[in-house]
């Protein structure tokens, strides 16, 4: 799934050139504004670096899901399928969504496989804990993160305008 896309330098920089008496926090307020969070010191950080571009990272959703699909292994014992083991809805219709709704969407589809592994995790956890111990950690610590970045999700879906579009 294809969520908005990280602010880079390179946009950085643009916006940094295009204001009068530029700093970090009023770059990042520009940005966040436009619906692109940004933090101020990834900012100045950038502008120490003379704009270097940086290397592509996903989006914290994005992060979270694989996290939790790679984790999901321990309980269906098959490290390629993931959560599809778990789910028996197909993948939805993303293109032509807005920016807004991507993120609800995704956020709603972490929900939903924090759910799937919570309903299967109970019956499996005492054998789970006996034999696969670390991996048993792995899982929970990719569902705690996989809630926080939809609760975060929902916050900035909440934040953005509603004419905001990919």
């Known amino acids: ?22 700093s970090a926090r009023r770059v990042a307020k520009a940005l966040t504004l436009s619906g692109r969070r940004v933090h101020h010191s990834t900012i100045a950080r950038w ?9 592509n990272s996903l ?3 994005e992060a979270a899901r694989q996290a939790l699909d790679m984790a999901a292994g321990v309980l269906t014992s098959d490290p390629v399928a993931g959560l599809k083991v778990l789910s028996d809805e197909d993948g939805r219709e ?3 969504l807005s920016d ?12 939903i496989a924090i759910r799937l592994v919570s309903e299967v995790l109970p019956s499996q956890l005492p054998h789970l804990l006996a034999t ?6 792995t899982l ?27």
């Open 47 to 55: 502008r120490a670096q003379d704009w270097r571009p940086v290397a």
């Open 1 to 22: 799934m294809s969520l908005l896309k990280p602010v880079t330098p390179e946009e950085a920089k643009r916006v940094w050139v295009s204001i009068p008496n530029p």
């Open 59 to 61: 989006h914290p959703l």
């Open 94 to 96: 993303i293109d032509g």
């Open 132 to 137: 696969k111990t670390t991996e048993t950690a």
């Open 100 to 111: 807004r709704e991507l993120l609800r969407e995704a956020s709603r589809e972490m929900l």
């Open 140 to 166: 929970l610590n990719a569902l705690t993160a996989g809630l926080k970045a939809a609760v975060d999700g929902l916050e900035q879906f909440h934040h953005l305008p509603e004419q905001t579009m990919r």
